[in-house]
């Protein structure tokens, strides 16, 4: 939910999905939004059903570290599964309940639901987080989810608590937050304890992750759905310029905000072993 420099608009078709990500400058937070389509953002995309297969996996193994709603939410989840029914997404179950859990067996975006009065987030199902835990954002209002992000709240946080408020029905945004991790798996929850980016890393283990971010409001809620993509960052070096943006970014980060994001020992080595690889691969 942490809010990035990301593009004032689309890519065009065909364009990698970091295309238009890395925008020019320092490291900032930012607050950028472009239109979206909910139906379209939520609807089946992976053929193969791989996504599908290791969400559920995940939830066969600790559904409670991935699906979580308060009482407030609870209501909230019938009317998830109708949208889903009515677009066409997922059927319904003849023999498990029509809960949180089974839906996300069933629908490839991991969801958030914050209450409309409150800004409070009340319930989720996120199997592929971006190593953040579910349980320490249920219940709390946007504003205090935000406060473990280093400068987010100073900055930005006033904007996304009135972008949230003031959500028109019938409307759905777009964004994209970005990160580093060594490795391409989609689930990164802290209690995997996945290898850190640290000093001794190599070109080939840094891969860019990007949350593609969709919020849309519901009756008596704003829904946020997350998809995640990820690719090595050796991918970004086909654009000199977007090399230079992601350098500048990892270059210019706060100490505290590379701290948050498991980068602080590894910004310097990311930015040297970008500059060698840049010198090799790139006119």
């Excluded at 490291?27 to 953002?41: D, K, N, T, V």
């Excluded at 609870?74 to 949208?83: E, I, Q, R, T, Y």
Aim: aromatic share 8%.
């Amino acid at each position: 939910m942490n809010s990035q420099s990301s593009p004032s608009d689309a890519t065009s078709p065909g364009a990698p999905f970091w295309k238009k990500l890395f925008v020019a400058g320092a490291f900032e937070w930012a607050f950028r939004m472009r239109g979206g389509e909910a139906r379209s953002f939520f609807a089946p995309q992976d053929d193969s059903g791989t996504l599908l297969a290791e969400k559920n996996t995940w939830l066969d193994q600790a559904p409670d570290r991935y699906v979580a709603a308060t009482d407030a939410g609870m209501p909230l989840v019938p009317l998830l599964w109708s949208m889903a029914e009515e677009w066409g997404h997922v059927t319904a179950p003849e023999h498990q309940p029509r809960d949180l859990v089974t839906l996300a067996r069933r629908w490839e975006p991991d969801v958030l639901l914050m209450d409309s009065a409150t800004m409070n987030v009340v319930a989720g199902a996120v199997c592929m987080p971006s190593s953040w835990i579910l349980q320490h954002a249920i219940g709390k209002p946007v504003h205090a989810v935000h406060d473990m992000v280093p400068e987010l709240n100073p900055q930005i946080g006033d904007k996304i608590d009135r972008f949230l408020r003031q959500l028109p029905p019938g409307k759905a945004f777009r964004r994209e937050n970005w990160s580093f991790t060594r490795s391409a798996e989609y689930n990164y929850h802290p209690a995997l304890q996945r290898a850190k980016l640290d000093e001794t890393i190599t070109i080939e283990e840094i891969h860019l992750r990007v949350e593609q971010q969709l919020f849309c409001a519901i009756p008596g809620a704003v829904l946020m759905g997350i998809r995640i993509e990820r690719c090595p960052l050796t991918d970004l070096a086909s654009d000199p310029e977007v090399w230079s943006h992601v350098a500048h970014k990892i270059r210019t980060m706060p100490d505290d905000v590379a701290d948050y994001k498991s980068m602080l020992r590894a910004r310097e080595p990311m930015v040297e072993v970008m500059r060698r690889y840049q010198d090799f691969a790139l006119p």
